[in-house]
């Protein structure tokens, strides 16, 4: 790995060389076993990498996805060797093993030619031992031309990755006490032929963290997030430390920040929908492939982040409800619910298209709000007449294209109404989904329970502390005077049974009678629909429970118009 006309990058903002003490004893113990002979080799496991494209008249440039902690710690030791020959006056080895394993032999165009580019944040140390290393004026004048150039760095001088290579230093030093400088040449032979690893070179790097994780499932994978972050800034690696750190700053940190949103952070899902726009035949194990095709030709990454940031705020005000985009009033309500109703994210790349549309002006906004209520309406429906959101995928990535030349309210629902497999109930079937199927439970509940309450003028808080059950779960013995045990199954989880009520309500009437709870609804329920269920139900019995379910139907197809 380390012998050819190549070069490893750790990516800048990788996570930095952080091997403790305790794994240096253990590998020294493993290497001492070669050279003793008790073993004849040892396996480091997999170290996985990703070849970057390069003028064939320049070193081979890898990009290390995953083992940089065991490659770096072997350079070290080989770095550490070379210092001790050099103590020992072996200078031609030294040089020799410098220029086939530590810097690259001749002049190219990369900012180093030192073999291993460590992150940003070790590019420091790795640099202390580089100047380590040439302290020694003999080996300096040795090297001749092709002496080792600093990594560009703003990182400290010092820390765990110098005070390795001084440990190994010292345990080289130790070796020589006890068998010259043939057991220096013993320990570095064994680290450079009789360790072994398994190395692979992944064509698309999305599949390293894949095939590391299946490898070694102890390890933090990269996500595709990682991975875009450091294919923009290898545009500048090569840079100035300050233009590198600058464009982190100015530009890559403010727009991840942005995806951090009461304690959750969007940034690992914006970009399969992102590409999707694009590219409606997009996998997801596919998207970062496609995304760095996409910036190809450019070479600065402040404008990779500004094409990369077009549809954020567009993402980010259906994900989170806010209005990111200065939307009007109503198109800002209308795509804050689907937020609310916890819209399956494969309709993200249709509604961030509409979004920014609209926000151009290339759209009107009232019909792009009359477009946002019609899918609200589909997906209410089908969520209450019990359809998995299975197939929307693709229904979403391509119902921009599908409307053809016009976006308008018709187009979009011809286009849906064309995937025969993806239906769209009926008021006959979602009346009898509402009569009929158990609501309790439903991604939809909340929403639809909130609505109810709003559209009685209730002013209804976002969350939803309880969902209670009128006709209880556990019946006592007057509730099973009133429902049979077929009638409670029933009845129990329907919608017209299920009211909205504060958590600490809720354990005040538990299955008590009704005449106890219908006494708690209407003087202490923060929630006006339950203050109304309890002055117009002076009983609850199946003649009742029936007679609120076709009432609830007849409101949910009233609401949400097919």
């Known amino acids: 790995m380390l012998s050819g006309d190549l070069v490893y990058e750790v990516p800048y903002f990788q996570r930095p060389y952080k091997w403790k003490l305790d794994k240096l004893r253990k590998l020294e113990e493993n290497i001492l076993d070669i050279v003793d002979e008790l073993i004849d080799s040892h396996f480091l496991g997999a170290i996985i990498m990703h070849g970057r494209k390069s003028n064939p008249s320049e070193p081979t440039s890898y990009e290390l996805i995953d083992g940089q902690q065991r490659l770096t710690t072997i350079f070290l030791y080989i770095c550490a060797s070379i210092k001790v020959l050099c103590k020992e006056k072996e200078y031609d080895e030294a040089v020799s093993l410098f220029q086939k394993y530590i810097c690259l032999g001749r002049a190219t165009k990369l900012f180093s030619n030192v073999k291993l580019h460590s992150c940003g944040q070790d590019r420091g140390q790795m640099n202390s031992v580089m100047?380590?290393?040439?302290?020694?004026?003999?080996?300096?004048?040795?090297?001749?031309?092709?002496?080792?150039?600093?990594?560009?760095?703003?990182?400290?001088?010092?820390?765990?990755?110098?005070?390795?290579?001084?440990?190994?230093?010292?345990?080289?030093?130790?070796?020589?006490k006890e068998g010259g400088v043939e057991r220096v040449r013993s320990i570095y032979d064994a680290l450079l032929s009789k360790m072994s690893v398994v190395q692979i070179d992944v064509w698309d790097p999305t599949n390293g963290p894949k095939i590391f994780d299946s490898l070694n499932s102890q390890q933090e994978p990269m996500t595709i997030g990682d991975l875009v972050r450091n294919d923009i800034f290898?545009?500048?690696?090569?840079?100035?430390?300050?233009?590198?750190?600058?464009?982190?700053?100015?530009?890559?940190?403010?727009?991840?920040?942005?995806?951090?949103?009461?304690?959750?952070?969007?940034?690992?899902?914006?970009?399969?929908?992102?590409?999707?726009?694009?590219?409606?035949?997009?996998?997801?194990?596919?998207?970062?492939?496609?995304?760095?095709?996409?910036?190809?030709t450019i070479a600065d990454p402040v404008e990779v982040v500004k094409d990369l940031s077009v549809?954020?705020?567009?993402?980010?005000?259906?994900?989170?409800?806010?209005?990111?985009?200065?939307?009007?009033?109503?198109?800002?309500?209308?795509?804050?619910?689907?937020?609310?109703?916890?819209?399956?994210?494969?309709?993200?790349?249709?509604?961030?298209?509409?979004?920014?549309?609209?926000?151009?002006?290339?759209?009107?906004?009232?019909?792009?709000?009359?477009?946002?209520?019609?899918?609200?309406?589909?997906?209410?429906?089908?969520?209450?007449?019990?359809?998995?959101p299975t197939g929307l995928h693709a229904v979403f990535k391509r119902l921009w294209a599908d409307c053809g030349e016009s976006v308008t309210t018709s187009s979009v629902a011809a286009a849906i109404r064309a995937h025969t497999t993806v239906a769209w109930p009926s008021d006959e079937q979602v009346r009898e989904a509402v009569k009929e199927r158990a609501a309790y439970g439903s991604q939809i509940l909340p929403f639809v329970?909130?609505?109810?309450?709003?559209?009685?003028?209730?002013?209804?808080?976002?969350?939803?502390?309880?969902?209670?059950?009128?006709?209880?779960?556990?019946?006592?013995?007057?509730?099973?005077?009133?429902?049979?045990?077929?009638?409670?199954?029933?009845?129990?989880?329907?919608?017209?049974?299920?009211?909205?009520?504060?958590?600490?309500?809720?354990v005040g009437v538990s299955n008590k009678a009704y005449v106890h709870k219908r006494q708690k609804f209407e003087e202490d329920s923060m929630f006006k629909s339950a203050r109304k269920f309890a002055r117009e139900y002076v009983s609850w019995t199946p003649v009742e429970l029936k007679a609120r379910s076709e009432e609830m139907a007849k409101w949910v197809v009233e609401t949400w118009p097919g």
């Open 131 to 176: 100047s380590d290393l040439c302290s020694d004026v003999e080996f300096l004048s040795k090297l001749g031309s092709f002496k080792p150039q600093p990594l560009p760095t703003t990182s400290g001088p010092t820390g765990i990755l110098l005070r390795n290579y001084k440990s190994a230093v010292r345990f080289l030093d130790g070796q020589i």
């Open 234 to 296: 290898s545009r500048v690696s090569g840079g100035e430390p300050s233009t590198i750190e600058a464009v982190d700053r100015d530009n890559w940190q403010p727009f991840y920040q942005k995806f951090q949103h009461d304690q959750k952070n969007y940034f690992e899902d914006y970009f399969f929908p992102f590409g999707l726009i694009e590219n409606p035949n997009l996998t997801k194990s596919r998207a970062y492939d496609y995304l760095r095709s996409r910036w190809e």
């Open 449 to 506: 329970i909130r609505e109810y309450d709003k559209s009685l003028g209730g002013d209804t808080p976002e969350n939803i502390p309880w969902i209670e059950h009128v006709l209880p779960q556990t019946l006592n013995s007057e509730w099973k005077s009133i429902f049979s045990e077929s009638e409670h199954k029933r009845w129990l989880h329907v919608l017209a049974n299920l009211l909205p009520l504060s958590s600490e309500m809720n």
């Open 311 to 388: 549809y954020q705020n567009a993402f980010l005000g259906i994900v989170t409800g806010q209005n990111h985009q200065g939307h009007p009033p109503k198109l800002a309500t209308a795509i804050g619910r689907l937020s609310k109703l916890k819209a399956p994210t494969s309709i993200l790349p249709f509604f961030m298209r509409l979004s920014e549309e609209a926000r151009k002006g290339s759209l009107d906004p009232e019909v792009a709000t009359a477009i946002t209520s019609l899918v609200e309406g589909f997906l209410v429906r089908r969520a209450l007449s019990g359809f998995a």
